[in-house]
């Protein structure tokens, strides 16, 4: 399970093809450097966004917006998490440890 | 899972296959309550942290050429003049006794040398008073973050039944009866009289003047392979290797200007106050700057160490195991010679000590 999520996420986001890398990339959010690789991302309600920590530090990426609250607690480098919205609306999205790191997932 | 278009049949499987795996794998961790569901966490290739040459490391720590001043403060002279008057002026507390330079006092490397800060009717704070300088370039301001700017931070302390214990409107009235207070606010903010907001700004510009001098460090970045000795450019080695300071104590400034707990005995929960809904925050503190260390002893948010050397030995324990210290925090094996070196690296940090001149204060 675990080697086939592996390949999964590679698939997605490393793919070798670069039309579905390109489209994909838009549903993950790095973390290098200690910051959000974007600042605003749409999805529709029911779907995920994969918080990819590629960075050399943890990150610990979470929202207190109504109704999609999240925390995703201490996420050590090399390790992505798919987190799926069920509420449409805005949500503000933050890392508790690094300040700099903000941006806004539009659910609708 | 998103709207991924995948092409031809092949990958269109292998991709079916994945959202499968990873739409079940979010089912296995959902939350039950109304939130965004977390899913499985997914092990991703991390491209492993470059062994860059010491010259590339080295870049990362020259000195900035220029003070950032934000757009919605632009630096004027005027104003700096009048912001280190206010300083420095005692009669911005309740008492007529204190000043923001009571407790961040250039002759303590703009902190106070106390382990708490001193205030209103001499009683001890909570905290350390921490130095400002270069805080200029500090991204969020106290040692729980609970200030934006430093536009917004001065006006906490004047007001603040501990520490200044000034209500504005009496300090407002206390400027406004002294000429020379009225001269100085009309060169500065021309025709918007004694304000609040006049008083935040002016300070701000002021504190962002505070900067640490010109350091041995700065010499050996620049070039000069004797500016610091065999023993300080191994702990420049360690603190950006085997001991990882540099994952909290980033750049130029050595602060990532976030919050971590440390491990640290005391039961300040620090950050933790604000978002306490993250376990990791819960006894975190900014990590402070590193430049002019040497001169601002006792060390850390409670003044609990007395020297770099102390410092270093809590870092080679790793504190307090519990879940909130940060994940950086470990024990990390050192030899009683890199402990020595760590030290001597720290010491280089400290810039020339220019003579600051006080205003005279208005009467
Ligand atoms: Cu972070």
């Given at each position: ?5 592996t390949f999964c996420y ?99 | ?206 504190e962002r003047t505070a ?153």
């Amino acid at each position: 399970m675990k080697r086939f999520s592996t390949f999964c996420y590679a698939f997605a986001v490393f793919g070798g093809v670069s039309a579905v890398a390109a489209v994909a990339a838009d549903q993950s959010v790095h973390q290098k450097g200690r910051v959000f690789s974007v600042e605003a991302l749409k999805v529709k309600t029911g779907e995920a966004v994969v918080f990819v920590n590629d960075d050399t530090v943890p990150h610990n990426v979470m929202s207190t917006s109504a109704g999609n609250e999240f925390n995703l607690g201490s996420v050590a480098p090399g390790t992505a998490m798919p987190v799926k919205f069920d509420k449409a609306g805005s949500v503000q999205v933050i890392c508790a440890i690094h300040p700099r790191m903000k941006m806004t997932v539009t659910v609708d | 899972m998103p709207n991924i278009v995948f092409r031809g049949p092949v990958l269109r499987s292998a991709a079916l296959a994945c959202l499968a795996s990873i739409a079940a794998a979010a089912l296995a961790g959902s939350q039950t309550f109304a939130a965004a569901t977390i899913g499985a966490p997914i092990t991703v290739p991390v491209p492993a942290p470059q062994k860059g040459s010491a010259e590339s490391l080295k870049d990362e720590y020259r000195r900035p050429a220029e003070i950032p001043f934000p757009a919605s403060n632009p630096f004027t002279p005027e104003k700096l003049k009048l912001g280190k008057t206010l300083y420095y002026d005692t009669r911005l507390s309740g008492s007529g006794a204190q000043s923001c330079a009571s407790c961040h006092n250039p002759g303590y490397g703009w902190g106070d040398g106390l382990a708490k800060g001193v205030g209103d009717g001499m009683k001890e704070l909570k905290r350390r008073s921490p130095t400002i300088v270069n805080a200029a370039w500090g991204l969020i301001f106290m040692w729980d973050g609970r200030a934006p700017s430093l536009e917004e931070q001065a006006l906490g302390p004047i007001q603040a039944a501990v520490e200044m214990n000034m209500p504005i409107e009496k300090l407002l009235e206390r400027l406004n009866s002294i000429t020379e207070y009225k001269t100085l606010f009309e060169a500065a903010f021309p025709g918007e009289g004694i304000t609040p907001a006049g008083i935040g700004k002016a300070i701000a510009t002021f504190e962002r003047t505070a900067i640490s001098g010109w350091a041995p460090f700065d010499s050996w970045i620049d070039g000069d392979a004797k500016a610091i000795s065999a023993s300080a450019q191994r702990g420049f080695a360690l603190f950006n290797g085997k001991a990882q300071c540099n994952t909290c104590h980033v750049g130029w400034n050595f602060t990532d200007d976030s919050f971590h707990d440390i491990g640290l005995p005391d039961a300040d929960i620090g950050r933790g106050a604000f978002l306490g809904v993250a376990v990791k925050m819960r006894q975190a503190f900014k990590t402070p700057g590193l430049r002019d260390i040497s001169r601002r002893s006792p060390f850390m948010h409670d003044g609990s160490m007395a020297t770099l050397e102390a410092v270093v030995e809590h870092y080679d324990t790793g504190g307090v195991a519990r879940p909130s210290r940060s994940d950086l925090i470990k024990p990390l094996g050192l030899t009683v010679e890199e402990k020595a070196d760590l030290v001597a690296f720290l010491k280089t940090l400290s810039g020339s000590s220019d003579v600051i001149a006080q205003p005279i204060q208005p009467r």
